[in-house]
């Protein structure tokens, strides 16, 4: 049996319900709201929660910085792949009996194959990184030296996040490479991986706080007035969003766990397992949630937060449960024995 790495469990427990917490501004109508005085708290939260992809993007790096290139490297993908068609089958069949959606043969393929289903871009970035991991980390591990990889690290985030700085008003830096921010997220848990960076807490907690309230006036800034912008200052690869959930990472990862108790340790290594399942299958749990209980929420008050998102954890959870059943039987009984043959 494999021992787990308690740390990285947690982190991935954090990113899911991250996910979960960035994901109620969405369902919850707060993008359509004038942005006053009085929402800046909502706006702080927001802006944290944007922690959620960074986090799983840093410890994919952290986990598979050693992967090579073969086959049972590649059949490795399965767990993913199964899981995504059989959320997309929840998902279609959710819209066909409650929102009236078509459920044709030729609707049902079209949409999994365009990543049509909820919030499935993350599954379409996730195969294309997972196909290029044995070549990124021939780059990676083929460096000579700790020097040569703060180099890569530093291209790679003056390429894919600095915009966040130098281009909101003029555009200083070449913006044309933002979109691969995943590699510069991947190389940085990479690094952690092998350097084992460790800051001491309190510094690490401070500038955390220095970086999440910059980043929240920053967006307070642009938005005030109105209703709140998206920009490279606080989309998933900006110098903000870099900065925090790496601190975020390395606080986490050095916290010791030992002492916790074996339920609590259950909880989270549960939570990390079906952290994918949960991610995905959130999205019909949102749909039913906040067109049916939830249509208005006050983000003056901001108390709507806490009684639809815990609720959305357990419900997805149950439902990435079942899910989790299912794909461990088909894995068992169906995939395994077509590897065999």
Same mark, same amino acid.
């Given at each position: 049996?494999?021992?787990?790495?308690?740390?990285?469990?947690?982190?991935?427990?954090?990113?899911?319900?991250?996910?979960?917490?960035?994901?109620?501004?969405?369902?919850?109508?707060?993008?359509?709201?004038? +942005?006053?005085?009085?929402? &800046?708290? #909502? %706006?702080?939260?927001? *802006?944290? @929660?944007? !922690?959620?992809?960074?986090?799983?993007? /840093?410890?994919?790096?952290?986990?598979?910085?050693?992967?090579?290139?073969?086959?049972?490297?590649?059949?490795?993908?399965?767990?993913?792949?199964?899981?995504?068609?059989?959320?997309? +089958?929840?998902?279609?069949? &959710?819209? #066909? %009996?409650?929102?009236? *959606?078509? @459920?044709? !043969?030729?609707?049902?393929?079209?949409? /999994?194959?365009?990543?049509?289903?909820?919030?499935?871009?993350?599954?379409?970035?996730?195969?294309?990184?997972?196909?290029?991991?044995?070549?990124?980390?021939?780059?990676?591990?083929?460096?000579?030296?700790?020097?040569?990889?703060?180099?890569?690290?530093? *291209?790679? @985030?003056?390429?894919?996040?600095?915009?966040?700085?130098?281009?909101?008003?003029?555009?200083?830096?070449?913006?044309?490479?933002?979109?691969?921010?995943?590699?510069?997220?991947?190389?940085?848990?990479?690094?952690?991986?092998?350097?084992?960076?460790?800051?001491?807490?309190?510094?690490?907690?401070?500038?955390?706080?220095?970086?999440?309230?910059?980043?929240?006036?920053?967006?307070?800034?642009?938005?005030?007035?109105?209703?709140?912008?998206?920009?490279?200052?606080?989309?998933?690869?900006?110098?903000?969003?870099?900065?925090?959930?790496?601190?975020?990472?390395?606080?986490?990862?050095?916290?010791?766990?030992?002492?916790?108790?074996?339920?609590?340790?259950?909880?989270?290594?549960?939570?990390?397992?079906?952290?994918?399942?949960?991610?995905?299958?959130?999205?019909?749990?949102?749909?039913?949630?906040?067109?049916?209980?939830?249509?208005?929420?006050?983000?003056?008050?901001?108390?709507?937060?806490?009684?639809?998102?815990?609720?959305?954890?357990?419900?997805?959870?149950?439902?990435?449960?079942?899910?989790?059943?299912?794909?461990?039987?088909?894995?068992?009984?169906?995939?395994?024995?077509?590897?065999?043959?």
């Amino acid at each position: 049996m494999i021992k787990r790495n308690i740390n990285i469990d947690l982190i991935k427990c954090i990113a899911v319900f991250s996910v979960i917490s960035v994901n109620f501004f969405l369902n919850s109508g707060f993008y359509s709201k004038i +942005i006053t005085d009085k929402m &800046y708290i #909502a %706006i702080i939260f927001r *802006t944290l @929660f944007m !922690i959620c992809v960074p986090l799983f993007m /840093i410890t994919t790096g952290y986990l598979m910085k050693n992967k090579t290139l073969n086959k049972k490297y590649y059949l490795g993908i399965r767990r993913v792949l199964i899981i995504y068609l059989l959320d997309s +089958i929840l998902y279609l069949g &959710y819209n #066909a %009996i409650y929102n009236d *959606t078509a @459920f044709s !043969i030729r609707n049902i393929v079209k949409s /999994i194959l365009y990543f049509d289903i909820g919030y499935s871009w993350y599954i379409e970035m996730y195969i294309g990184l997972f196909l290029m991991i044995p070549f990124i980390n021939l780059i990676y591990n083929n460096l000579k030296n700790k020097k040569q990889k703060q180099m890569l690290i530093l *291209t790679m @985030f003056v390429l894919t996040s600095f915009q966040g700085v130098f281009n909101i008003k003029y555009n200083l830096i070449p913006d044309w490479w933002i979109s691969i921010y995943p590699i510069t997220y991947y190389f940085i848990g990479c690094y952690l991986k092998e350097y084992k960076i460790n800051i001491n807490k309190y510094l690490n907690v401070l500038l955390l706080i220095i970086a999440l309230i910059t980043s929240s006036l920053v967006n307070i800034y642009f938005s005030k007035g109105d209703t709140f912008t998206w920009g490279v200052y606080n989309d998933w690869g900006s110098i903000f969003n870099v900065i925090t959930s790496t601190l975020i990472f390395i606080f986490v990862i050095n916290l010791k766990l030992d002492n916790i108790s074996i339920r609590v340790k259950r909880i989270v290594c549960k939570v990390s397992e079906l952290s994918l399942a949960i991610y995905l299958t959130s999205s019909v749990v949102d749909n039913f949630l906040y067109h049916n209980y939830f249509k208005e929420v006050n983000f003056l008050s901001f108390s709507g937060y806490f009684k639809i998102v815990p609720l959305v954890l357990i419900l997805s959870t149950s439902l990435a449960m079942i899910i989790n059943i299912i794909y461990k039987l088909i894995d068992k009984y169906i995939l395994k024995f077509i590897v065999r043959t």
